[in-house]
């Protein structure tokens, strides 16, 4: 199986313009970890270590949600198939994608369809 094949693959149920919200989760964690360490001291300094033990929990879940973001960011931009690469049948246990019969558009609206004439499961 080529390279392109595998990238090119479609299971047709995931949306064309799904993005990542990184920079508004990177946001949201700045705006944590900034809060958790105003509880983790506030809480300190008024003697109240189950509060502060817990402003500490949070603040550690959001530096590591921190650095999962900017690894994920700098990662840059991965690969989406467009509108141009139609769906696929999903793989059936041999290795390859069923391909729709000549003639037939695999379901998309305008021709094609589901029936029991298009060879569709």
Request: glycine share 14%; with cysteine; aromatic share 8%.
């Amino acid at each position: 199986m080529l390279v392109s094949e595998v990238i090119a693959m479609r299971t047709g149920s995931e949306p064309a313009t799904a993005r990542s919200p990184l920079r508004m989760r990177l946001w949201l964690s700045l705006w944590g970890m900034a809060w958790a360490l105003f509880g983790l001291v506030a809480f300190a300094l008024n003697g109240r270590p189950g509060w502060a033990a817990a402003c500490a929990v949070v603040l550690l879940l959001a530096v590591v949600d921190l650095c999962v973001i900017t690894y994920r960011m700098r990662q840059g931009p991965h690969y989406q198939p467009g509108r141009d690469v139609p769906p696929y049948e999903p793989d059936h246990g041999d290795g390859r994608p069923r391909r729709p019969k000549p003639g037939a558009d695999g379901g998309r609206p305008g021709g094609g369809g589901t029936g029991p004439s298009s060879g569709r499961p």
